[in-house]
C-alpha cells in the first residue's frame, strides 16, 4: 500500500513550456486534491476532483488544468509555465472523513 | 473568504517540555477541524482531529483542545522530542464544500536541546 505518489519529484521548466505532474492514490478514496506551497506559506488548493470524470476549480485554478480519467490518478497540466508557478506541488486524496492524506510533493522551478 | 490563521509563527521550546501551539478560525459553522505536521521537505502528516462537538480529544503524546466560544483551537504536545520539529498547520474542513480544507500559514516548532 503506497499511499500517494506523485512524479516526478523534481523538474526545472522554462518559460512558456509545458508539463503533466502524476498523482496516484491507492486507497480506493473518492476525492483527490491538488495543491502548491510557496516558501513560508500554507497550502493553497488549485483544482479538486470528487469523482472519477469530475474536476472542479480551488482558490487558484488559473494557468493550471486538471484531468481525472481514473478513480485512483489526477493529473495537473500547465500549459505555458510561468515563474510566477516556482512552487511545491503537493497531491492529496481523501475518503468521506474528510482526512486527506498527501504525497511527497513535487518541486518546480520556472526559470 | 472563511480563514484559519495560526497566532505566532514559530516557536521555541526546550527538549522534553510540553508545547502549546494555537490556533483561530472564523467559520463558526465548520463541522471539524485537523492538525497537520509537516517535516522539511515532506508532505503534511495527518496528527489528530477534532468534531465541533467535541471539547477534546487526546492522542498518543497530543491533544486538541478546541473553545467554539471563542473560536480556537490549539495542539498541545507533551514531552516534545526532537522528532517534533515541524510546520504545523489547522486546518478546516468544510463538509459542504466537499471536504475542501481551510489551511492556516503554519507554525514552525523548533526544538532547544
Known amino acids: 500500500n503506497a499511499g500517494v505518489t506523485q512524479t516526478p519529484k523534481f523538474r526545472v521548466l522554462k518559460t512558456g513550456q509545458s508539463m503533466t505532474l502524476l498523482c496516484a492514490q491507492d486507497?480506493?478514496?473518492?476525492?483527490m486534491y491538488w495543491y502548491r506551497q510557496d516558501p513560508g506559506m500554507g497550502l493553497r488548493l488549485i483544482h479538486y476532483s470528487v469523482g472519477e470524470g469530475t474536476t472542479a476549480k480551488g482558490e487558484v485554478p488559473d494557468g493550471y488544468n486538471v484531468s481525472r480519467l481514473k478513480k485512483q490518478n489526477f493529473l495537473l497540466g500547465l500549459e505555458s509555465a510561468a515563474p510566477s508557478q516556482t512552487s511545491v506541488y503537493f497531491c492529496?486524496?481523501?475518503?468521506?472523513?474528510?482526512?486527506?492524506?498527501f504525497g511527497p510533493g513535487t518541486r518546480l522551478t520556472v526559470t | 473568504g472563511e480563514s484559519v490563521g495560526l497566532h505566532l509563527p514559530t516557536l521555541s521550546v526546550q527538549e522534553g517540555d510540553n508545547s502549546i501551539i494555537n490556533c483561530a478560525y472564523s467559520n463558526s459553522a465548520s463541522d471539524y477541524f485537523i492538525w497537520y505536521k509537516q517535516e522539511s521537505g515532506k508532505g503534511p502528516q495527518f496528527i489528530i482531529d477534532i468534531r465541533s462537538n467535541m471539547d477534546k480529544r487526546q492522542g498518543q503524546r497530543v491533544t486538541v483542545l478546541l473553545n467554539k466560544t471563542v473560536k480556537h483551537l490549539s495542539l498541545q504536545i507533551a514531552a516534545t522530542q526532537p522528532g517534533d520539529s515541524a510546520v504545523y498547520f489547522c486546518a478546516e474542513v468544510e463538509i459542504y464544500s466537499n471536504y475542501q480544507l481551510i489551511w492556516g500559514a503554519g507554525t514552525k516548532l523548533i526544538i532547544k536541546p
Open positions: 486507497m480506493n478514496h473518492e476525492y
Open positions: 492529496a486524496s481523501s475518503g468521506q472523513r474528510g482526512e486527506q492524506y
